[in-house]
């Protein structure tokens, strides 16, 4: 298969990650953010601060940009943000197909998508955690966007020297449950190292946040991350199958009925 082929199923892919992603958070997010800027309205009654997630005009204190505008250019982004990651997916995948663990394009599919989702979105969401719009501090955006991108990177670090020490362990004749176990120490150190060692999100959780509210925005969050990544792996390794069903069926005609006699 030509790497074309392979990008535009990466971009299929893609457009079905970021439609399914899109309706989480119509249907799992949105109502939690709406829960959260009605907390914002009621502080904001109080004297407090108005939220920065819904623009306001200035003077009347009337929305700029309503609420379901944004609801729809949120989704717009995460189709296009989807088309990007499976285009990159793709790439991974064709650079990497030979090393992959998994049982057919499909297996391949699902454990790359396995293993970037607990990299580049498990992992940053534990240590830097999303906040609903009636939590965090403006002044702190730069810092907490900076903390969140080391995380990710040592994410997509561990990801690649794991498989390293595995066909290095390999090489010197482990056998395979030893490597797993080896394998499976050293996510565990490495993980634990980066957080241990990179700071926590510098923002405090206002008093009038309920809890419920905090980790249901959380959990909505990592959920539409899930999705995404679940949907992106399971249409790319169906795509990839189809593609490659063609082939087999090919090869085994060429082969001639007596083929597996003869082997």
């Known amino acids: 298969m030509s790497f074309g082929s ?11 990650a970021g439609l399914a992603a899109a309706a989480v958070i119509w ?3 949105e109502p939690v953010i709406r829960r959260a800027l009605a907390v914002e309205d009621a502080r904001s009654l109080h004297g407090g601060q108005s939220a920065p997630l819904v ?5 009347d204190g ?7 505008a944004q609801v729809v250019g949120g989704a717009v982004t995460s189709v296009l943000v989807g088309i990007a990651v499976g285009v990159i997916f793709a790439v ?4 990497l197909h030979e090393r992959l663990p998994g049982r057919g ?9 396995a293993v970037a989702f607990s990299a580049v979105s498990l992992l940053p969401a534990v240590k830097i955690p999303s906040n609903p719009p009636a939590v ?16 990710l990177l040592l994410g997509v670090a561990i990801a690649l020297v794991v498989p390293m020490l595995d066909r290095w362990i390999a090489g010197r004749g482990t056998a395979a449950p030893t490597r797993w176990a ?4 050293a996510v565990v150190v490495l993980v634990a190292l980066v957080l241990l060692l990179v700071p926590g999100s510098p923002d405090t959780v206002p008093a009038d946040v309920p809890a419920a509210l905090l980790w249901d925005f959380r959990l909505a969050s990592l959920a539409q991350l899930a999705v995404m990544w679940l949907t992106l792996g399971l249409v790319f390794g169906l795509l990839m199958e189809r593609a490659a069903a063609p082939r087999r069926s090919g090869d085994v005609e060429q082969a001639g009925p007596f083929a597996a006699v003869s082997a």
């Open 62 to 68: 009337e929305p700029l940009v309503s609420r379901a």
């Open 136 to 151: 965090g501090d403006p002044a702190t955006v730069g810092r907490r966007t900076l903390l969140y991108a080391v995380v």
């Open 55 to 59: 623009l306001h005009a200035h003077g």
């Open 105 to 113: 394009d499909f297996g391949r599919s699902m454990v790359l998508a």
């Open 27 to 29: 249907l799992v997010v």
């Open 182 to 185: 080896l394998d499976t120490v």
């Open 92 to 95: 991974v995948f064709a650079r």
């Open 6 to 16: 392979v990008l535009r199923r990466g971009v299929l892919a893609g457009v079905s």
